[in-house]
């Protein structure tokens, strides 16, 4: 499958070959708005091994995310998906210590050859695991990337900033209160407006971060169903440490531990029992976390 | 069927530490209270003394103030003419030298010192960061009398070469050197204020796509503008109760200053200069108290606007 041609039957990749099938697509997709899986892949990763001061974090990773997919990565805590995330969109000149080998393609172009890596970040939104509000008003947040695109009339900013709120499910909480600190939204809400903030880049990928994990169940259903929209617009990489969620959402998930990709496959297939290794099912039905 | 009998299950008293179930004062209660005691006194002591010199400081000037200071000769007159046989107290020239030589020195170093202050704290990565924090820090441990030196035996010829003026002694050399004062810790706040700016924000602000001079200029800079415009004042602290180095370096001359080149003497010095020859009590004692009540009260301006302005800021 690394010639680029996707798998029509992605239940033969799971059986015999213990190497697992990096494209591993399933055969049936959703109609309309579905993953293209008969297309070349969004993203390409391939052999993709992250170390911080020499000690692995992840490691030999290779797989396949197509376009309008949500792709999610489940597994315990120190796992790498943190890693694998930061990787993506090259987070990794934050941490001097963490050393990335392998290649990660973008629409067939290595991450690693872009000469203008803001350019690339900002196609790429993040959703991080706590909601970070930058010290701006409302307003501000969500404008803050289109001012960087150069956007700079009331009028063309006031329209992006309504359309990315209500694409967040936020814009009637706060459209009276615009001009209002970020930080004083609920914790909630807040991390609806770092969506909206990263819609605000019209990213063609959107990386989330174990997004619920300060917020309410019922705020984090709403997130959900607005996840499922934003799929026919782009595609969304949703690392999780809830494995229900991962069922709810995500087309394909992999199943990392330890650092090492046990697993790949079609959700539901993994949540039917059909994993290449034991482990997989009985991570998925917690019998250690 | 008989109900279970909860209160079996409940600690009993004896159970607990038999020391606190007593209801004893302890060594710990002592301690607590002795503590607290301690930091009060230490808090409370801040304000004694700065009652206490602003008390004392009046006191001296007090009965010049209001017995024969000419407000008027004071505050527009350039004439400081204590040891005539017919004194004037005309303070003008003695502020304008002040406030020349304080605002160059800013000038010059705030843009140094917040240029450094950015440098170390969001680009310097480990030995080079830890090494030019470590300078900095030994800079401000340099005694302005040295820095006179500098400015008297260094600066000086120098000035007088380059500029080609008779004398190098005056504006510019004593802002330098004052702005090379007070640059360490203008840079050393500063840096504070930066690094208190959490990582968080600078990555989400480039995971949108910012470069890091963006991240700076939208996102570090007006998260730490509190912290910034702390640094600034307490340069320009620095700056106004110098006394030493601008003694040495200004030139001393009563003159209001038309050029960088021309001497001035500055409220301090001259209070420094001349208290060891007066009379106690006499006229000329006064005046320079009351010089030392106009410090005080300018300084006192300072730090107030500088807390209107960071609340005001915080407010919004």
Known sequence: ?289 | MTPPDHTATAPTPTAMDPRRAMDRRDLAWYVDRAAQALVFVGGISAIIFILGIFVFVTKEGFDFVFGSLDVGEFFTSIAWRPTSNNPTYGALALMVGTASVTGFAMLFSVPLSLGAALYIAEFATGKTREALKILVEMLAAIPSVVWGFVGMSIMNPLIIETFDVPLGLGVLNAGLILGLMAAPIMTTIAEDALKAVPDTYREAAEALGATRWEVIRKVVIPASRNGLLAAVLLGVGRGFGETMAVLMASGHAINIPTSPFDSVRALTATIASELGDTVTGGNHWGALFTLGILLFVVTFVINLTADIVVRGIRKK
């Open chain 1, 1 to 289: 499958m690394v010639d680029g041609s996707p798998a029509l039957d992605g239940s033969g990749a799971l059986g015999g070959s213990p190497a697992l099938d990096v494209a591993a697509a399933p055969a049936t997709v959703n109609a309309g708005t579905g993953p293209l899986y008969g297309e070349p892949p969004i993203i390409e990763v391939r052999d993709l091994t992250i170390a911080y001061d020499g000690q692995p974090a992840l490691r030999d990773i290779s797989l396949d995310i197509f376009r309008h997919e949500i792709f999610g990565i489940i597994g315990p805590a120190n796992s790498g998906k943190t890693s694998f995330l930061r990787a993506l969109n090259r987070m990794d000149g934050f941490n001097p210590g963490m050393d990335v080998r392998g290649s990660i393609r973008l629409n067939g172009k290595d991450v690693n050859d872009w000469r203008n890596v803001y350019a690339l970040r900002s196609r790429i939104g993040v959703v991080f695991p706590l909601p970070v509000g930058l010290p701006l008003t409302v307003y501000d947040n969500v404008a803050f990337s289109p001012r960087l695109r150069g956007i700079r009339k009331k009028v063309d900013l006031d329209e992006v900033v309504e359309r990315c709120l209500t694409r967040a499910a936020l814009w009637d909480e706060v459209k009276d209160r615009l001009d209002s600190l970020g930080s004083l939204l609920s914790g909630g809400q807040q991390q609806r407006l770092t969506i909206a903030r990263a819609l605000s880049q019209e990213p063609e990928l959107l990386l989330l971060d174990e997004f619920s994990i300060a917020v309410d169940p019922v705020t984090t259903m709403r997130i959900e169903d607005v996840l499922r929209e934003l799929r026919s617009e782009l595609t969304i990489v949703l690392v999780t440490n809830l494995v229900q969620q991962a069922r709810r959402l995500a087309d394909r998930t992999a199943f990392f531990l330890m650092g090492e990709m046990l697993d790949i496959g079609v959700t539901e297939d993994l949540f039917e029992g059909k994993v290449t290794d034991e482990r997989t099912t009985g991570y998925i039905e917690g019998r250690y976390g």
